[in-house]
Structure formats: structure tokens, C-alpha cells
């Protein structure tokens, strides 16, 4: 069997439609209630929603953070790291390191950790060649967006590591879903197919349903459309759309037939081409935090 037929029959057959169906119908009933994630999930966002209160002291946040050790921990290894330890000084304890980074930041990486140990659960082990591409995409694109905010705009560069982040949390939701369905986890291709079609507007009402601000939505909304290309970047959404592109590494399996560096994606590349350096170290060490 060609690899055109194996396409065709992985995305056949009533059992087959029946499960994908019955997964796209569940999303939108648990969507129209009670999102259920994981148990750890659960805790990062339940730590993100306490961190919200403004007046909370750097104490008082040490002390909430510190429930989670591996929360802790990453909070302490980001801190030293080279994309924030500026003035070349090491914090050596968690309150300095908090007020280091910020409360912000704190939050986007309590979601940044529940992400990875979703990828690294028992039920995910079977996307793993999918999840794994899809979060070094999404800490790329963290990364790019971080750095884009960071370099053309007045954009809370942490805003904007937390938006590209988070723009692709609707395929790992899906992924997540998939694998309580026994004909799609023997079907990768047929998941990439429903990620392909609905990953980004189930993506917008999760991320809804999960109480992010509505700026942060609304920049992933259509992140992953061809659009003109902008010679700069001035809103959130256009630091989410050009970081996307400039991540670059997931349309390799979401747009099997679209070469990235064609048309007007090319001439994104090609008009932020400079950053890719900074891009590409400040990948690896997101990846060495969150590793």
C-alpha cells in the first residue's frame, strides 16, 4: 500500500468516523463546562489564577510557589539563566527569584511546566513524535514572540512569551483527547487531519474557558493563516503571526503540501531574518529550563 493509500484508509471507515466525531462532540460539551485536564494541570492553573491577585507579596507568592517543588525549581533554573540573569549575578533563593522574573512570568512558566509533563504523560507516549515537535514549535515561537516584542515594540515582552506559548494549547488539548479514543491513538495521521482542521478555534475556547486575558485570545485567533506579510510588527497578534512563521518547524506536518519559506511566509523570513540567531539560543535555553 502507497503512502497516498494509507492516507486515504487511515482517515476511513465507520469505527474510525464514529470515534472522531464522538471526540470533536465530546470537546464541545467539556468546552461548554468544565474543561478537565490532569490532575497537575489543574494545580498549574489553580497556582496561576491564586499568583492574579495584585497584592500579593513576593513572600506570599514564594510561599504558594513553593507548594510545587519542580515549579520552584525551574522558577530558580530560569532565573539563572542567560536569558535572564543580566547583571551576571545568581539569586539563591526562591523569593529572589520570583521578584527577578516577575509575577508574570511566574505564571506563563507554572503553565509552561504543566504543558511538558502533559506531553510526558503515559497517555500521550503514543504522539510522542507529534507532541514533541509541537513543543519545541510552541517554546520557538515563545521565544520569537518574546524577542519580537521585546526588539519593535512596547509590548510586555513576557505578554508575549506567554502568547506564543499558549497558541497552539488547542492541539495539545486535542492530543490529549485523542488518546482516550482507541481508534484514533492507532491513527496519528487522522489526528493531525482533525488538529490540521479545528486545532485553532478549539484552541481560542479553550484557552477561553480557561480564564486567559482577552488580549492573548485574540492574538491567536487565525495564527496559522497565510496573510501579507508585515515589514514590522505592532500589535500582539502580529507578534504571535510572524513568531509562528519564524518557529517554522510545525508546518512540516500541518501544511504537508506548503513550503513555508514560499510566498508571503518567505517574505516574513526574509524581513525578520536578523532575529533567527537570538531566536534559535534563546530556544535552547527554554528548552534546558523546561527539559
Known amino acids: ?16 468516523n464514529t470515534q472522531r466525531f464522538q471526540m470533536l462532540e465530546d470537546i464541545a460539551k467539556e468546552l461548554a ?17 491564586e499568583l492574579s491577585n495584585p497584592d500579593l507579596s513576593i513572600s506570599r ?5 513553593g507548594i510545587e517543588p519542580l515549579l520552584a525549581t ?40 504543566a504543558i511538558r509533563q502533559l506531553i510526558r504523560s503515559k497517555d500521550m507516549a503514543i504522539f510522542i513524535d507529534i507532541t ?7 517554546l520557538k515561537t515563545a521565544a520569537a514572540t518574546r524577542i519580537l516584542a521585546r526588539t519593535y515594540t ?13 497558541h497552539d494549547l488547542g492541539a495539545f488539548y486535542m492530543l490529549y483527547r485523542a488518546a482516550k479514543y482507541p481508534e484514533l491513538r492507532d491513527r496519528p495521521d487522522t ?21 486567559m486575558p482577552e488580549h492573548i485570545v485574540e492574538a491567536t485567533i ?19 503571526y510572524v513568531g509562528n512563521v519564524l518557529a517554522g518547524t510545525h508546518f512540516e506536518w500541518l501544511y504537508q503540501d506548503f513550503d513555508p519559506n514560499a510566498g508571503e511566509m518567505g517574505v516574513v523570513l526574509q524581513n525578520f531574518v536578523d532575529l533567527l540567531p537570538d531566536i534559535e539560543a534563546d530556544t535552547k535555553e527554554m528548552q534546558a529550563v523546561f527539559s
Open 191 to 211: 489526528v493531525k487531519y482533525l488538529i490540521m482542521q479545528w486545532h485553532q478555534s478549539i484552541g481560542v475556547t479553550l484557552l477561553s474557558a480557561l480564564g
Open 33 to 49: 463546562g468544565d474543561v478537565v485536564f490532569p490532575t497537575y494541570f489543574d494545580t498549574s492553573l489553580r497556582i496561576r489564577k
Open 132 to 138: 514533541k515537535a509541537l513543543w519545541i514549535h510552541s
Open 222 to 240: 487565525d495564527h496559522d493563516q497565510p496573510r501579507v506579510a508585515p515589514e514590522t510588527v505592532r500589535t500582539l497578534t502580529d507578534i504571535v
Open 61 to 65: 507568592i514564594a510561599s504558594i510557589v
Open 1 to 16: 500500500m502507497n503512502d497516498s493509500q494509507e492516507s486515504t484508509t487511515d482517515k476511513n471507515g465507520e469505527t474510525l
Open 154 to 166: 512596547l509590548i510586555n515582552p513576557d505578554e508575549a512569551l506567554l502568547a506564543g506559548l499558549v
Open 74 to 113: 525551574k522558577l530558580m533554573q530560569l532565573a539563572n539563566s542567560a536569558l535572564y540573569r543580566t547583571d551576571g549575578t545568581a539569586v539563591r533563593d526562591l523569593s529572589a527569584a520570583i521578584n527577578r522574573l516577575g509575577v508574570e512570568l511566574v505564571r506563563t512558566t507554572a503553565l509552561g511546566i
